[in-house]
């Protein structure tokens, strides 16, 4: 199976789950999968919520940013995969003055 992000229209969501700032986001979506190539623009963040769709892994590959899940803080960068499991409550931030670059994958359980 081949998924062409090029041939899924890009969306621009704000204050995602009442965050702060814009990302920019292409959405897959099947029974198994939500895959996203995501950025966060500079001063975005992901609001406070509760993980419920199944693991949350975010590859990072450009920026940086700061997760904070369960009320542990870590540090991402390029290379870093950081996850969120199911149920976990958990916010992401860009810490940079560039975007934060990722790849989303939620696996369904």
């Known amino acids: 199976m081949i998924i062409d992000f090029n041939d899924i229209q890009e969306m621009k969501i704000p204050c995602m ?3 702060e700032g814009m990302m920019t986001v292409r959405m897959y979506n099947d029974e198994s999968y939500r895959i996203i190539p995501t950025t966060i623009h500079p001063g975005g963040k992901i ?3 509760t993980q419920s769709s199944g693991d949350d892994l975010n590859y990072i590959l450009s920026g940086s940013g ?3 899940c369960d009320g542990v803080e870590e540090a991402l960068k390029p290379g870093v995969l950081h996850i969120y499991p199911k149920g976990s409550q958990h916010t992401l931030t860009n810490t ?3 975007d934060l ?3 989303t994958i939620v696996v369904a359980k």
């Open 17 to 19: 789950n009442n965050g």
């Open 101 to 103: 670059v990722m790849l």
């Open 96 to 98: 940079g003055e560039t």
């Open 47 to 49: 609001g406070l919520h």
């Open 66 to 68: 700061k997760a904070v």
